[in-house]
């Protein structure tokens, strides 16, 4: 009897033993695990399907490595996402550029390719020194206002072009209706006050028309004053300094008596010069 109880505690020991002794379940294997991988906080309002979005990895992934029983996320719990990524920011569209504007400087006048049909002969022409004077000159033929100006102004250029000049000698020139068209461009000094002395520095400003007979119509008055306030001041131009042709040349009636009283009336009453400033009549270029 003895020896049974004995056997049978033996054998129940053994079973106790065994038991402490095995080793325990594997858990089961987590799709990504060992693949490095990020930290993320729940915030409210995270959903397995916007993390997986978010980092590239599937909603099972996430489930099965942090060993979730529900897919309803708890604000402040953190998640471990094997293979994570974060993704980059969607790149930010650069800004629309603001739609060209004209050039403050051009925008008022029409520009010399509206109109040439030839080009400036730059071999002819000598570069513009500041300008620091204006001259007014009518062109001296009713003619010239019987055509537009775009149609006009290359036949005045060839005329010009004949006797050796770099292009037509004008720097601007108005037409009838007041419009302003670019002549000689202004990086080159004009062809129109006789002699190189009288045309350095000196902007040259003809009216289509000749006012020794007719006289200045109000609109087109108006448009040479604007255009003499404007270029006096982008330059600082005293009035003084602005001059009808025959100011600077005794021999010419340019740019006739009508247009001489309309310079009178906007330079304030400023007489004349006493004197011509240079008396010449060398080929102006």
């Not at 079973?15 to 294997?29: D, K, L, N, W």
């Not at 001296?140 to 037509?168: F, T």
């Not at 330059?235 to 010419?252: A, E, N, P």
Request: charged share 15%; hydrophobic share 40%.
């Amino acid at each position: 009897m003895r020896s049974s109880l004995i056997a049978v505690a033996a054998m129940l020991l053994v079973a106790i033993i065994g038991c402490r002794g095995s080793p325990t379940a594997a858990p089961p294997y987590a799709p990504g695990a060992g693949l490095p991988g990020i930290s993320h906080v729940v915030a409210a309002g995270d959903t397995l399907t916007n993390l997986s979005a978010r980092y590239g990895v599937s909603v099972e992934v996430i489930a099965a490595a942090n060993r979730l029983r529900s897919h309803v996320l708890v604000p402040g719990a953190i998640l471990n996402i094997p293979g994570g990524r974060v993704a980059p920011p969607p790149p930010v569209a650069a800004p629309a550029p603001p739609p060209q504007q004209p050039a403050a400087s051009t925008a008022w006048f029409k520009p010399r390719s509206a109109w040439a049909t030839a080009r400036v002969i730059t071999s002819l022409a000598k570069p513009m020194e500041r300008p620091y004077r204006i001259t007014v000159h009518h062109s001296g033929s009713r003619d010239d206002l019987n055509e537009p100006a775009d149609r006009r102004l290359p036949k005045i250029e060839r005329v010009h072009q004949a006797q050796q000049w770099a292009c037509i000698g004008y720097h601007f020139i108005l037409d009838g209706s007041g419009q302003v068209w670019e002549g000689r461009p202004l990086v080159w000094q004009g062809a129109h006050a006789h002699g190189d002395e009288n045309n350095r520095g000196n902007i040259g400003v003809c009216v289509l028309g000749d006012y020794e007979v007719a006289r200045v119509p109000p609109a087109l008055s108006a448009a040479l004053h604007q255009l003499l306030d404007r270029l006096c001041s982008e330059y600082s131009i005293d009035k003084s300094q602005v001059h009808g042709h025959r100011d600077l040349w005794s021999s010419t009636d340019c740019p006739g008596r009508f247009l001489s009283r309309d310079l009178r009336a906007w330079s304030g009453g400023l007489p004349a010069p006493a004197s011509p400033l240079v008396q010449t009549r060398a080929l102006e270029r």
